[in-house]
């Protein structure tokens, strides 16, 4: 399926605020792969797929406060999926869980990781990803923006609502304790 | 130091993470269309709304809106038939009572012939719609006066007894199995004065005189007085006594009074009779002599 993009998506956008339907499924199916693994790592798999359906409800919702910004749509859309994901974790603080959702899940990703360690890793990708998880909440969901949603540093900084430079700083020391603990690992 | 292979560059570490964290190639799940296009319009039920997720139950499954909705429709659809059948039973109260008045009338006025199988069929079938509290409001007298009729009917014509007369409760009797009370002692013994006691007519019948014996021959000094005849027979009407006879009969005792007693008979006193003889006339059995034949006199 071909990507919404740039102008096109500008017009996609333009035409979805009318309340086109067509326009609307088309900019959810363009971002429901990037959202969904987003907010599987935010909020663990079982509620992604919800979390996913309450991203776009909002997004529904809320258009018309739409504003063309440094975020583009993409940004907007995935700021209201950081906010679904804080609230999901609201929702089970307030259920008197003391481990939430996100952090638990990268707790397992981490015991798994951890498990693995012992074994030979020949697979890159299971490497990185295991190094990935002892990283910082704030490194991970920095990093999930940059590489799963897919955004720009400028659109990082709108979402995080910082200043691009303090992003692209801020990414290059998560990256850099990732390589420590690469190789670390590898050690 | 970075072992080979490890990117150098952020670029390069981003590549190489975006690739690690890459989820592949999903497609949206129906739900998740599904559930776009119900917030796109939220008022259309062509849109399964099911599928949105924000209304779940708290045990995370989807809640089932068929299922409300059905439930839902359910209570509307039995509220509308509460409100239909709840206004007919004023309606059916009514029949029901202008029925009831229409047999207590002609009862009351002891011509259950008026009473006809369609008044007793009417108020049958309204009865039976009643609630049991409306039932309870009008009292047994309707199912007095059902029975009372069908009674009637059945004795009248059992043909034309209507069936609604089966599904009433027997009448008191009939095919009850309750055992009666015993029964109570008895009265005190009564008392009483005695009646007034009517005297029987008395019957005395005077007896007949016998002949007198001839009569000897005295020389008379003088007349004789003729000789006794017989006495009449004494017939007594009443009881105030028979000539002659006094009554035999008692006088009934319908509460025990006693029956009068004839007075004595007293003959009349004989005739002096012509004859040379005397005699004496007969005497009542009871009575006194009927009298004394004179002298006849001198011979």
């Known amino acids: ?187 | 130091m970075p072992r080979p292979g490890l990117p150098a560059a952020d670029d390069e570490l981003l590549e190489l993470l975006a690739q690690a964290l890459d989820p592949g190639a999903l497609e949206p799940t129906p739900e998740g269309l599904a559930a776009l296009h119900a917030a796109l319009h939220p008022d259309d039920a062509r849109y399964d709304p099911a599928a949105v997720f924000v209304l779940r139950a708290p045990a995370g499954r989807p809640v089932r809106w068929h299922r409300i909705v059905a439930a839902a429709a359910a209570v509307v659809l039995v509220a509308v038939l509460v409100l239909v059948f709840g206004r007919s039973q004023p309606s059916s109260l009514t029949t029901t009572q202008l029925a009831s008045d229409r047999l207590s009338q002609a009862l009351k006025a002891h011509s259950p012939a008026a009473v006809t199988a369609r008044d007793v069929q009417a108020l049958a079938s309204s009865y039976a719609q009643l609630s049991p509290g409306q039932k309870s409001a009008l009292g047994p007298r309707p199912v007095q006066i059902l029975v009372q009729a069908c009674s009637d009917l059945a004795a009248g014509a059992p043909a034309e007894a209507p069936p609604a007369c089966r599904a009433l409760p027997p009448p008191p009797g009939g095919s009850s199995t309750e055992t009666s009370a015993p029964g109570g002692p008895g009265g005190r013994p009564g008392s009483g004065a005695a009646g007034p006691g009517t005297s029987a007519k008395g019957a005395g019948t005077s007896a007949t005189a016998p002949r007198s014996p001839t009569p000897t021959t005295v020389p008379a000094t003088r007349g004789g007085a003729p000789a006794g005849g017989s006495g009449p027979a004494g017939v007594t009407p009443t009881s105030s006594g028979g000539t002659g006879s006094p009554p035999t009969g008692a006088g009934a005792r319908p509460v025990g009074s006693s029956g009068g007693t004839g007075t004595p008979a007293s003959g009349r006193r004989g005739s002096a009779g012509p004859g040379p003889t005397s005699g004496s006339g007969p005497t009542s059995r009871t009575g006194q002599p009927s009298g004394t034949g004179q002298p006849s006199g001198t011979g």
Do not use: C
């Not at chain 1, 360690?117 to 704030?138: C, I, K, N, Q, T």
């Open chain 1, 1 to 187: 399926m071909s990507r919404v993009r740039g102008s096109d998506q500008t017009e996609v956008v333009d035409a979805a605020r009318r309340g086109d339907d067509a326009a609307w499924e088309a900019l959810y199916r363009d971002l429901y792969p990037k959202l969904r693994a987003f907010l599987v790592r935010r909020v663990g798999p079982d509620e992604a797929e919800d979390a996913v359906a309450e991203t776009m409800s909002r997004a529904v919702a809320g258009l018309n406060r739409f504003t063309l910004g440094p975020a583009g749509f993409d940004g907007w859309v995935f700021g209201i999926a950081r906010h679904v994901a804080a609230d999901h974790h609201r929702r089970r603080a307030r259920r008197k869980r003391e481990v939430l959702v996100g952090q638990r899940y990268a707790a397992e990703q981490r015991r798994d990781d951890a498990a693995a360690d012992g074994l030979v890793l020949d697979d890159d990708h299971a490497a990185v990803r295991a190094v990935f998880a002892r990283l910082d909440e704030s490194d991970r969901e920095l990093l999930e923006l940059r590489v799963v949603a897919g955004l720009s540093a400028e659109q990082v900084a709108a979402v995080l609502n910082k200043r691009p430079g303090a992003i692209r700083t801020a990414q290059s020391r998560a990256l850099g304790r990732m390589r420590q603990l690469m190789e670390a690992h590898d050690a």
